[in-house]
Nanobody, 119 residues
């Protein structure tokens, strides 16, 4: 059973930065493309950043140029560095397998980490 544990969220003013992390256990982490997803109140969960097993990266237009995804396979961890944060980035952030690369995400989700950006 895969387990995902996100951390690093918080409250930040617009223009600020945060770095969120996700540790994955129960799977051979290095072979999977991973993604960061976010879900704002009343909205569907969206995939905002993707990183392949080989390090190829893609971003949603809404975060391109501001967010940076990275991974440390030795630590089974994926990161999301978020700069120039905007109030519309407020959401619960989750990591999971990249649903576009693999056809679906894992059924299990972590608790997520709340990011709140004040104006």
């Amino acid at each position: 059973q895969v387990q995902l544990v996100e951390s690093g969220g918080g409250l930040v003013q617009a223009g600020g930065s945060l770095r969120v992390s996700c540790v994955v256990t129960g799977r051979l982490f290095s072979i999977y493309a991973m993604g960061w997803y976010r879900q704002a109140p009343g909205k569907q969960r969206e995939l905002v950043a993707r990183i392949s097993s080989g390090g190829r990266i893609n971003y949603a237009d809404s975060v391109k140029g501001r967010f940076t995804i990275s991974r440390d396979n030795a630590k089974n961890t994926v990161f999301l560095q978020m700069n120039s944060l905007k109030p519309e980035d407020t959401a619960v952030y989750y990591c999971n397998r990249d649903r576009l690369a693999h056809g679906s995400s894992w059924n299990s989700w972590g608790q997520g980490t709340q990011v709140t950006v004040s104006s």
